[in-house]
């Protein structure tokens, strides 16, 4: 499969006795934005305890990591990693013990400068356990001077690129977002304290009280005196990652505002009516999960009914073992099905959220056919991928991105479909807004850009 996937999920708690447990409930909504790596830190106002592990967060904890968790603050995270590789030094927490006692950072996203500063820390002395960039952070604030406020304030300044991240200490709580805003970060209400996530779909899940989302370039602070917001930068412009939108997020979040499946509907609503004239079909299907939403909005605006021609096995988790092709294809057959008396003999309107590598919308036109659909036409509910992706999503070299090396029609060719078509990025701004970073569609970075050390815009 080729899906894209993204650097993470944070999560977080403030003053409640259940901190543990709720974070690994709000962990638990969050598991799909990674499932390389999970870990939560916990802390009683004397000291930071912390359990991580490799793999989905259940296993992690399956021998009761748990209970050795004390305290009513929490920080946890599950990882994608797409920066560092997938070392147990690089699963998060990253917990550090200092003269100013411990704090343990989670992170979400990618620091566009992290080479440049991995150097000039190590040059003045750092050492580093791991290769994750979020090791970076943790150092950046540990060499700045005064409060820990200021010091985080004044590490932010020197941080280009995708970062929401939680910083607990022994007493307090610190939530921060990067002036762009890339990555999600939200605050909500719990009894008497307060919960951070990536996504607004983990408060539902622990009965918390969405209050807002994290501004750009905004610290949060969180602490006996209760909330207290400063800004590290007045440089600050919304443009939340598009592709949380498309592909991302779960569609019970809302995300600036905005709910993650309405947005998806509109986008398959918005190419149906761009088809109506002409496309003779019988039914729409979606490619399960992310774009089943699409292909609904799809199906309601042409009028064609939305089927479930593809099952997807949920209960197949990584494929570790992959020594050979023809195993490497049947752990990817475990994973999709295809409903044969749904499709057999009809023209199929293929939805899919995204075309990245164009391995698996390959894959899929292949089975709908062997499965004796008459027709297969791909429409994909976002915009062609021709630009990579420096902010935390593993797209980061153009050669990967099938839409940046082939036309559309040899594009059609190579995936086998009938007919193709995107969705322009004109209508995807008028599902999602425009204050988005679209790069990876325009080329439009909203962050200066580093090679070899060198920065470049
Ligand atoms: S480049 Fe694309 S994937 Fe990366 S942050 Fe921007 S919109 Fe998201």
């Known amino acids: 499969m080729d899906e894209i996937k993204e650097e993470c999920g944070v999560f977080g708690i403030y003053h409640n006795p259940e901190a543990a447990s709720l974070a690994y409930f709000g962990l638990h909504a969050l598991q799909h934005r990674g499932q390389e790596g999970a870990g939560i830190a916990t802390a009683d106002g004397k000291d930071i305890y912390c359990f991580k592990g490799r793999g989905l967060l259940a296993s992690v904890f399956e021998q009761g990591g748990l209970a050795g968790l004390k305290g009513g603050n929490s920080v946890g995270h599950v990882r994608y990693g797409t920066e560092g590789g997938n070392e147990i030094e690089n699963v998060q927490p990253m917990v550090a013990r200092a003269q100013i006692g411990s704090i343990a950072v989670v992170h979400n996203g990618q620091i566009a400068n992290a080479g440049e500063l991995r150097c000039e820390l190590e040059n003045n002395g750092s050492i580093f356990r791991g290769t994750s960039d979020s090791e970076i952070i943790l150092h950046m604030i540990q060499r700045r001077k005064g409060p820990l406020l200021r010091k985080i304030q004044e590490a932010c300044k020197k941080l280009d690129g995708a970062f929401s991240f939680l910083i607990l200490t022994e007493k307090n709580l610190y939530a921060i977002r990067d002036k762009n805003g890339l990555r999600p970060l939200s605050i909500a209400r719990l009894n008497e304290g307060y919960c951070l996530s990536s996504e607004s779909c983990a408060f539902e899940a622990i009965g918390a009280k969405f209050l807002r989302d994290v501004r750009p370039g905004e610290v949060i602070k969180l ?69 089943l939403s699409a292909a609904m909005g799809y199906s309601e605006a042409s009028g064609l009914p939305c089927e479930m021609g593809l099952i997807k096995n949920r209960y197949v988790g990584r494929t570790f073992i992959k020594p050979t092709q023809r195993l490497r294809d049947m752990g990817v057959k475990m994973k ?43 429409r994909i509910a976002s915009p062609a991928i021709i630009y990579p992706c420096f902010y935390g999503v593993d797209t980061s070299t153009q050669q990967e991105l099938i839409s940046y090396r082939l036309s559309s029609a040899a594009l ?46």
């Open 336 to 378: 999709l099905s295809v409903n044969v008396s749904v499709v057999a003999g009809k023209r199929v309107v293929l939805i899919d959220d995204s075309l990245v590598r164009g391995t698996t919308s390959r894959y899929i036109v292949q089975l709908l056919k062997e499965a004796s659909a008459k027709e297969v036409h791909l």
């Open 223 to 291: 602490s006996e005196k209760g909330m207290e917001s400063s800004f590290y930068t007045e440089e600050t412009q919304h443009r939340i990652c598009a592709m949380e939108y498309i592909y991302f997020s779960r569609p019970d979040s809302n995300v600036e505002g905005l709910n993650v499946h309405t947005v998806r509907k509109k986008c398959g609503k918005i190419m149906a009516m761009k088809d109506r004239d002409g496309l003779a079909a019988d039914i729409v299907v979606g490619v399960p999960d992310s774009s």
């Open 412 to 457: 059609r060719e190579y995936v086998g479909a009938d007919s193709l078509r995107f969705l322009s990025l004109e209508d995807l701004q008028r599902a999602c807004g425009g204050n988005c970073c679209f790069a990876c569609f325009n080329g439009e970075y909203v962050t200066p850009l580093y090679c070899h050390g060198e920065k470049s815009k």
